[in-house]
């Protein structure tokens, strides 16, 4: 396959389908509301995607670093500490869900359980949720308690895009082989869909990439060929 990770994603969305996705992501995108129950949400009337992964994987940051805005959605080194469903309007058509972490190690697994039923309430049962961006530190790859996330996922049917993190931590060839190991554990399930995009929020690498991803996901932008 092929060396680096630049051409694993490489020539999928042409050059307009990634212009139209920069300008969308560069208007205003403004934080909307933090729900901590599932009576809380907002009325589903938007498109949504939601980001998922295990606290600290780097969704806040990937959120920032999609809209282009350093403290949009609060990035911390604090694991946990993102315990509500925080909902991000952008342009006025799609909303950018940032999902409770999984995978506490420093609250209380009553604690934990809670965040981890309300992020799956939500997931369970939005009917204007387009897609999961399910968060995978590329230096580790999915874990056990990752694959419990895919379950869920699956069970629930909901369409789920595997995205890596935090791509500048290792070399791309090694970014390279987490992307195969990725595609080949997800090959037999159900609702994941069978790209899987690496990502730095740091350095910026692949997002892009993600930016149009997300719009063909929402139907904004036509679906890649590929
Ligand atoms: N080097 C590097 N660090 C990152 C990246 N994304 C996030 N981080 C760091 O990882 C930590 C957790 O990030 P955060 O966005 O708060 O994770 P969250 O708990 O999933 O929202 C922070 O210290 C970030 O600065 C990345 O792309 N590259
Ligand atoms: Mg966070």
Redesign the pocket.
């Known amino acids: 396959m092929s060396g680096d990770a630049e051409s694993v994603q490489a020539g999928l969305f042409d050059a307009e389908a990634l212009e139209t996705a920069r300008v969308f992501f560069a208007h205003p995108v403004s934080f909307m509301m933090g729900a901590v129950a599932i009576s809380g949400l907002p009325s589903p009337d938007l498109p949504e995607v939601a980001f998922a992964?295990?606290?600290?994987?780097?969704?806040?940051?990937?959120i920032n670093?999609l809209v282009g805005r350093h403290g949009l959605?609060?990035?911390?080194?604090e694991?946990g500490?993102?315990r509500e469903i925080n909902f991000f309007v952008a342009d006025e058509r799609l909303r950018l869900v940032?999902l409770p972490?999984y995978g506490f190690a420093r609250v209380s697994r009553t604690t934990a359980d809670q965040f981890q039923n309300l992020g799956r309430a939500y997931l369970r049962g939005r009917p204007n949720l387009k897609r999961v961006y399910l968060?995978i530190d590329a230096r580790h790859g999915l874990k056990d308690v990752d694959k419990e996330a895919l379950d869920a996922l699956d069970v629930a049917a909901v369409s789920y895009q595997i995205v890596l993190?935090?791509?500048?931590?290792i070399k791309p060839a090694e970014v390279a082989e987490t992307v195969e190991a990725t595609l080949k554990a997800i090959a037999r399930r159900p609702a994941a869909f069978p790209r899987v995009v690496a990502?730095?929020?740091?350095?910026g690498l692949g997002l892009p990439e993600l930016r149009a991803e997300i719009l063909a996901a929402v139907e904004i932008i036509p679906a890649p060929l590929g």
């Open positions: 992964g295990r606290s600290n994987v780097g969704k806040s940051s990937l670093g959605a609060r990035a911390s080194n694991p500490r993102t940032d972490g968060l993190t935090k791509a500048d931590k990502t730095s929020a740091e350095k």
